[in-house]
């Protein structure tokens, strides 16, 4: 099993910046794929970044201004986000799937986080 620990979410204004972390404990490995994915109020589960065997990818609507990065050593998972947008407000989910490569489907990833709530007012 392996645990995951969102924080770091809050209200900001357009153009603002936020840091998300995500805290991975129990049967974590360094080849796993992490994750973030956003789902805002009435919309599907939607990728955000991912980190895997492959490098980093992100969704086309955060290119450029989210950054996604990994500290193996310690098992944490991070969201550096600049240049937020209101169209950014949702609840961000940290993810690990038991895979080198991430699914780009959320339905098949095997592990989530709670959620922390980012709310971007313009």
């Known amino acids: 099993q392996v645990q995951l620990a969102e924080s770091g979410g809050g209200s900001v204004e357009a153009g603002g910046s936020l840091r998300l972390t995500c805290v991975a404990s129990?049967?974590?490995?360094?080849?796993?794929?992490m994750a973030w994915f956003r789902q805002a109020p009435g919309k599907e589960r939607e990728k955000v970044a991912f980190?895997?065997?492959?490098?980093?990818t992100y969704a086309d609507s955060v290119e450029d201004r989210f950054t996604i990065s990994r500290d193996k050593a310690v098992g944490t998972l991070y969201l550096q986000m600049s240049g937020l947008k209101p169209e950014d407000t949702a609840m961000y989910y940290c993810?690990?799937?038991?895979?080198?490569?991430?699914?780009?489907?959320?339905?098949?990833?095997?592990?989530w986080g709670q959620g922390t709530q980012v709310t971007v007012s313009s």
């Open positions: 993810a690990a799937h038991r895979s080198s490569h991430c699914p780009e489907d959320s339905k098949l990833i095997h592990y």
């Open positions: 980190t895997d065997v492959a490098g980093t």
């Open positions: 129990g049967r974590t490995y360094e080849w796993m794929c």
